[in-house]
């Protein structure tokens, strides 16, 4: 891989947004757009005439198709827990599996610091991530959603002569567009309340109600919707979907964590997550808090045993929960572990 001299680099920079246009991995049309858009995170939803799925379907949207929204509308035929419809064109979309997004492009870094790293954010509904090596040239693998979070740690020339980043994923190494991605400043990630002692925080999820409530001397101070564990059928020899009950603690905090199965060139329809975000362990099988970009779905079991919450909820929580953290230390580690914040789980 070839490295920019500064010269190439701020001629590449340049360039950079005029290239949009034109720009051969670019997956949707080139446009600033801040309107309501959503994004199909499954295989395939319906429209309705009416907000309700007893009404007659009118069309099919499929996977990662956009679809404009025109108005939210709260439907007395439910589903209770999730009572949102979205008016889109010809009818209605339930937005269970629909997630807003945005068009969003950023101008790209200059430079890295020698050794560290940047968290970076997704802006756009889905970014084609590609891989590099001199047999091969450029090949395309996953491709990374709206709202999910990446370690880079390099600047390169990418196939579309704009700058583009090296992506840090346990997995393997591959690259992104650094127009579809904003790097997250420190004063977004600080902590939040750090003085409280670590005995005066507590975190109660009731799977009842699908919420959770974060406490400081016993006052609520943080409350939110979320999806836990749902009842999939149990292969032998694995771990049971449902969420645990109990009392725990949070042992590990990570800002990005790719689940899955670790496979680079996955299809769209594998099991395969890369840079969920805002993550937070409480049990020695693998089951945390995270933000969630495949679902808007939140109030009813959704996950794998997980606890699935909105991004931005379960960056509240990162920056909440303990064991602490400084956003500088975010330039080199990429966990923080220790005793943390008690977790009550019960129905």
Known sequence: ???????????????????????????????FDDSTL???TTTSVSVYKEPNDKSPIVMTYY????????????????????PVWYRVWRGYLHRARLQRVKILFNPPLSS?????????????????????????????????????????????EGPDGTPWYRVFDVVGTYYLSSLHVRPIPHEE??????DVPLEKKRIDVNLTTQTLIAYEYDQPVFQAKISSGA??????????????????????????????NGNLFADINDYELPGVAWVLYFTEYGHAFHGTYWHDNFGAPMSRGCINMRTPEA???????????????????YYFRGLGTAVRIFY
């Open 1 to 31: 891989m070839t490295r920019l001299s500064r010269r190439d680099f701020l001629k590449l920079s340049g360039l950079a947004i005029g290239a949009l246009a034109f720009s051969p991995v670019l997956p949707f049309s080139f446009r």
């Open 38 to 40: 959503g994004r199909v």
């Open 63 to 82: 996977r990662d198709e956009l679809v404009q929204i025109y108005e939210e509308v709260h439907s007395p035929d439910g589903p209770a827990h999730n």
């Open 112 to 156: 890295l610091p020698e050794g560290t790293r940047q968290l970076v954010e997704v802006t756009v509904p889905y970014t084609q991530a590609y891989q590099y090596s001199k047999r091969y040239g450029w090949r395309p693998n996953l491709r990374l959603y709206y709202d999910s979070v990446h370690w880079i740690d390099a600047i390169a």
């Open 189 to 194: 990630l600080g902590p939040i309340s750090p």
């Open 231 to 260: 009842k999939y059928p149990r292969k032998p020899g694995t771990i049971s979907t449902i969420t645990p009950t109990g009392t725990f603690r949070i042992s590990e905090k990570q800002p990005s964590v790719h689940m899955g």
């Open 315 to 333: 960056l509240w929580l990162f920056r909440w929960a303990m064991p602490g953290h400084q956003a500088s230390d975010l330039n080199t580690k």
